[in-house]
């Protein structure tokens, strides 16, 4: 199919989620031209609502703070654990490891947090084009040069850049091209979930917290995630072939594990679902690379990893936010190579590498690496002992606190 029209500009972004919008608004903060591409129209459902506070100092440069603490988002202060053997912690209050007002974070519905980011990039210059394909992007030998997009309507054309940011989530456009994938062999887990209303939810500072309840078995956990308007996230996570091998249909397994999980069963005894049931199969990964010459891969189309870290949003607006300093610093020196381009990609893999709790130890973490990953991120949440838990539950290990 012959592209009709060829347009140019700076920088493409393909995708709208957290990763695209924040990467885009901050190229486009520094008065580079930025077009963006989202295959659907806004809002769109997506998973991933639970924030950690992290995630407010990159908020807080996309100018999206005061929208934050406007919006009826539930306020989250804590996370709360529940053993196999049905005995809940007390809560881990963010404040008491760092009291400062990023310790209250949000529990956001997806459709509704990534249309704000979206607005919120275009208030800030860029060309936001929803309802817009990335079909391809366009290559001169190892150069990404553009990429070939389709309207609506049908039409298609041949938008020309210096450079290209893949934002394009789980379906990694780079990632599946060059084969960049490699799956985490211990995190090959799937999920499943929907939304009831009417469950039980603490009241005051605990109502936002969220609660990640191991099953009696230790085959998985659940996530309690309070959303606004009594709505609750309810999920399992399992390994894939506990939750997919031989069971029944999503609903059946779903109900089977609330049925064996009475932490569960009860705070859903008097609630009403209110969707059907989503499921996802394909857990963490990671590629590669994080950029050749003209392209740079940034949020869940870089990696991804066990929503049991409640990192993902996080990653989605860090890399993007350091993609987009080296691609405006790259621009200025006229330079757009990978050396360039992926010049933040072996900080930022060291820093999720601590999140997850493997093979580097807090010592061999040098303190430039914790710096360029941003505001102790990697300290804060090393030393948490919400992430030493979480990497317990991970592996199916006796969940143990005081
Ligand atoms: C079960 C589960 C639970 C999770 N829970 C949490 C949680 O509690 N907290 C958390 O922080 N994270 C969580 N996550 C992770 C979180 O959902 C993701 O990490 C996050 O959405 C990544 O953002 P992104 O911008 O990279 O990708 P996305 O949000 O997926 O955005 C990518 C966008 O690209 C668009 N796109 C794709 N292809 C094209 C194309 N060809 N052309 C144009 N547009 C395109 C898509 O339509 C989409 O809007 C969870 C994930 C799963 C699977």
């Known amino acids: 199919m012959a592209a009709s029209f060829v347009s140019h500009t700076d920088v493409v972004v393909i995708g709208g989620g957290p990763a695209g919008s924040t990467a885009s608004t901050l190229i486009a903060q520094r008065g580079v031209k930025v077009r963006l591409f ?73 459709s509704e947090f990534d249309l704000m980011m979206l607005r ?45 940011v893949d934002a394009s989530g789980q379906s990694t456009m780079l990632q599946n091209r060059f084969k960049l994938r490699i799956w985490d062999p211990v995190l090959n887990k799937g999920a499943i979930w929907t939304y009831w209303q009417g469950a039980y939810r603490d009241t005051g500072k605990d109502e936002g917290a969220t609660i990640v309840i191991q099953t009696p078995n230790k085959q998985g956990w659940f996530w309690n995630i309070p959303l606004h308007n009594d709505t609750l996230s309810l999920g399992v996570v399992g390994p894939f072939d506990y939750l997919f091998k031989g069971r029944g249909s999503h609903e059946q397994t779903y109900h089977e594990e ?23 199969k394909d857990y963490s990964y990671r590629s590669r690379e994080c950029a050749g010459d003209g392209w740079v891969l940034i949020g869940d189309a870089f990696g991804f990893l066990d929503p049991l870290y409640s990192s993902g949003v996080l990653l989605a607006l860090k890399s993007g936010e350091l993609a987009a300093d080296a691609i405006v610093e790259g621009l200025q020196k006229n330079d757009t190579s990978v050396a360039q381009l992926g010049s933040w990609g072996d900080a930022f893999n060291r820093g999720v590498d601590l999140r997850r709790g493997r093979g580097v130890g807090l010592r061999e ?6 710096a360029r990953f941003g505001c102790g991120v990697c300290l804060d949440a090393f030393s948490l002992p ?15 606190f005081g």
């Open 38 to 110: 989202e295959r659907e129209r806004f809002p769109r459902f997506h998973i991933g609502e639970s924030l950690i506070p992290e995630t407010y100092w990159v908020l807080e440069r996309l100018k999206m703070l005061d929208k934050m603490k406007q919006s009826h988002f539930v306020k989250k202060f804590s996370v709360q654990f529940v053993n196999a053997n049905g005995k809940l912690s007390a809560p881990f209050y963010f404040h008491d490891n760092k009291p400062h007002e990023c310790s209250q974070t949000w529990q956001v519905v997806r």
């Open 120 to 164: 919120n990039a275009a208030e800030q210059g860029v060309e936001v084009n929803e309802a817009t394909r990335v079909l391809d992007v366009l290559f001169d030998g190892d150069r990404a040069v553009g990429v070939r997009i389709q309207k609506e309507d049908g039409s298609t054309e041949e938008v020309h850049a210096k450079v290209v």
């Open 258 to 280: 609330v049925e064996l999980c009475p932490a569960v069963k009860e705070r859903i005894a008097n609630a009403k679902r209110v969707t059907g049931y989503f499921a996802t």
């Open 365 to 370: 973490v040098d303190r430039a690496t914790v």
């Open 386 to 400: 919400q992430f030493r838990i979480t990497e317990t539950c991970v592996r199916n290990e006796d969940l143990t």
